[in-house]
């Protein structure tokens, strides 16, 4: 099948190159560098006096690799043939004697889309609604097909390293500074590119224009503390290979004739793909695409139909879910104490989205569509039309009972999902006449970004409620997980236990910030004890309270916790860990109870501590039914609670690094510092039973 059409408009000597992969988003692979390298060459046969690059995708321009195809023969060799027979083709659309343009009409050009245009493109002209971006980073990789060469060419190193290292996706408008984008209407796109083209006749590209300046053009010294400043904030892991290379491609290339520095990168990227947490990053982009949006198995045809729902509780948690209803276009009724509370959310709302419209990623009727999917009320009775309320109120057994029954009082059939982080369904249906309406929808903060929805099924829970749960989260943009019932499920408690580890680790004598890094070297995207501050340690004090209360032989309370707690050193906005920004609060130390009875873990011992915390919990919520399968349970990990995304999950780091061997460190550090949730999970003595070592998933 041809993935490029050449189409030549004889009367204006303009050609359109209209990309048409196969599949749902445009992709390049072999077939698609071929058709490139045809129609280039038709054009300089036919002597166009421009080219226009074009989809015939309505949401895709052109999104990266096919990384199927790539998977097919993931060898060095074959990765370095690809990438450098790309950079060949354009390398030779870009020399040809004609302006190139391109169009983008609400459309994403990602990864190796995006290097085509920054490589090959004199302009672009662009619809509102279009997004860049390099993010190859995300599935560990980086971009080599001349991204960071090209892109610093026109915005600069500064945002060169920030777009490439952070993996960053960005609306059209953003580049329109640069003067490589005009934003445009999508009536006029085509005149205007077609105009251009016939007033930039016998252009030479930038990436070849000896006269080209780079913008905010830095001395050597500024470069290299540019650099040195990158290298410290992206390249702390070493388990993530792909930054490191991309670091180093990046700063060698400083010094690197143009065509020098772009091959430089392929000698730096083809090595990652034999790298075993490379193969972890793409596995997982597969399981997040393939996988996640069908995991959670409910019946379609028992749901109910939520065109509208409630939500109780206009706090924090309250409107964001109020946010990503309303902005998928369900009509939310938003109660509080009363009508006043809910109509001061609904304008903290709108308050928050106006930066997104005045930055250009939102368009302004999609703020005002969702605002006007959003009413307010105080009064309960206005539920009894509707199939579906969310309870997010704080985490009181008492009062979300109370809530229950006054609402179940007024419409018994309705599904009421309770937004709790902590209290099993069986608690808070306890005293009801209709448990099996009662289900879990654990949302994570800030709702709006974060993509875990964790559904809860309670004992009770009727197949109704949770099929209604996991659309309804679906219909929001969610990737739903289904849990069993339990004290804190299987996210909150997975995550409170690296909480708490990271302060035991404090009181076995080390640093508390060194900890924090050692956890960045780990992979985790936060430290424990940074976490404990930015997320509230009276929400983390409460959460192991209550953890410590039903599961006493799993979870005690460090002392340090508790004195922190007391004296009201919880964060929240104060100093906690930190001070401005990531200065070490030197006062935190105060709190801290050491406890001589525990020897002192040497770095990388403790490094292990934290992630088998999460690892033997993860399997302990197997061994109670809390986890199903290891896809959830991968999937969770990386969603919701910052598990490092280069291991894949927690099923994935035990398959990489063996059942026995993981059980073997898990024992000894159990048997060396006496920590109940070190306790080795019975799955782990399952698995050896069967002869199963590696291959979870």
């Avoid at 074009?54 to 998977?71: H, P, R, V, W, Y």
């Avoid at 870009?94 to 085509?116: C, M, R």
């Avoid at 009413?375 to 109120?393: C, F, N, Q």
């Avoid at 009662?438 to 993509?451: E, K, N, R, W």
């Amino acid at each position: 099948m041809e993935e490029l059409r050449y189409r030549l408009d004889r009367k204006k000597n303009i050609a359109v190159f209209e990309i048409d992969t196969s599949g749902p988003v445009n992709t390049i692979g072999e077939q698609f560098i071929a058709d490139l390298v045809k129609a280039t060459e038709k054009a300089n046969s036919d002597g166009v006096k421009g080219v226009v690059l074009a989809s015939a995708k309505a949401k895709s321009f052109l999104d990266g690799a096919n990384l199927m195809e790539i998977m097919k023969d993931p060898s060095q060799l074959n990765l370095k043939h690809v990438v450098l027979k790309l950079q060949e083709t354009l390398a030779n659309l870009a020399k040809s004697p004609f302006p190139v343009v391109a169009v983008l009409t609400g459309q994403t050009v990602l990864g190796g889309g995006f290097e085509t245009l920054l490589w090959t493109c004199d302009h672009i002209f662009s619809t509102t609604g279009s997004k860049m971006g390099l993010p190859e980073v995300n599935v560990g990789l980086f971009p080599a097909g001349g991204g960071p060469e090209t892109l610093r060419k026109i915005a600069g190193l500064k945002t060169a390293l920030d777009v490439v290292m952070g993996g960053k996706v960005l609306p059209a408008e953003f580049y329109s500074k640069s003067g490589l984008v005009t934003m445009v209407s999508k009536d006029e796109i085509l005149q205007e590119a077609e105009k251009w083209i016939e007033g930039h006749q016998g252009i030479i590209n930038r990436n070849y224009d000896p006269d080209w300046k780079e913008p905010d053009l830095l001395s050597n010294d500024e470069r290299q503390k540019l650099i040195k400043k990158a290298r410290a904030r992206y390249c702390i892991c070493p388990e993530k290979p792909y930054l490191k290379a991309a670091m180093d491609a990046i700063e060698e290339g400083l010094d690197l004739p143009f065509e020098e520095a772009v091959k430089n990168e392929v000698r730096h990227f083809a090595p990652l793909i034999t790298e075993p947490n490379v193969k972890n990053k793409i596995d997982l982009f597969f399981a997040m695409t393939g996988i996640a949006p069908k995991i959670a198995k409910v019946n379609p045809k028992k749901s109910l139909s939520t065109e509208e729902i409630a939500i109780i509780g206009a706090g924090l948690m309250g409107q964001g879910v109020a946010q990503v209803c309303a902005d998928k276009g369900m009509k939310v009724l938003l109660i509080d104490v009363d009508k006043a509370t809910a109509e001061a959310a609904i304008e903290k709302i709108g308050a928050g989205l106006e930066p997104l419209v005045k930055k250009g990623r939102w368009l302004p009727d999609r703020k005002e569509r969702l605002m006007n999917n959003l009413r307010a009320s105080g009064d309960y009775e206005k539920l009894k039309t509707i199939p579906l309320v969310i309870e997010a109120v704080f985490e009181d057994l008492d009062l979300k009972q109370k809530i229950l029954k006054q609402v179940q009082d007024v419409n018994p059939d309705i599904i009421f999902a309770s937004n709790t982080s902590t209290i099993p369904m069986e608690d808070i249906s306890a005293k009801s006449n209709r448990p099996e309406q009662v289900v879990g929808m654990h949302y994570f903060s800030p709702v709006p970004l974060m993509p875990l929805l964790e559904v809860i099924q309670g004992p009770k829970t009727s197949e109704a409620a949770l099929a209604t749960a996991v659309t309804s989260g679906r219909r929001q943009g969610k990737t739903c997980i289904v849990v069993g019932d339990g004290p804190a499920f299987y996210t909150s408690r997975t995550f409170g236990v690296f909480v708490m580890t990271g302060f035991y680790l404090a009181e076995m004598g080390l640093d508390p910030w060194e900890i924090d890094r050692l956890a960045l070297e780990a992979g985790f995207p936060q430290g424990p004890l940074h976490v404990y501050g930015t997320a509230g340690g009276n929400v983390v004090y409460h959460a192991g309270c209550f953890m410590s209360s039903r599961k006493p032989d799993l979870l005690t309370i460090p002392e340090s916790v508790g004195k922190m707690y007391e004296a009201g050193y919880v964060g929240a906005g104060k100093p906690c860990f930190y001070k401005n920004g990531m200065e070490p609060d030197k006062s935190a130390l105060e709190f801290i109870v050491r406890n001589s009875s525990l020897p002192t873990p040497d770095r990388d011992e403790a490094k292990e501590m934290l992630l088998l915390s999460m690892v033997n919990q993860a399997f302990l919520c197997l061994d109670e039914g809390v986890l199903r399968d290891y896809f959830s349970m991968d999937i969770g990990a990386i969603l919701g609670i910052g598990f490092p995304d280069c291991w894949h999950g927690p099923a994935r780091y035990v398959s990489q690094k063996g059942v026995k061997a993981t059980l073997g460190r898990i024992q000894a550090i159990y048997e060396k510092y006496n920590l109940a949730f070190f306790k080795p999970a019975r799955e782990f003595e399952k698995l050896i039973a069967c002869g199963v070592d590696r291959g979870l998933l």
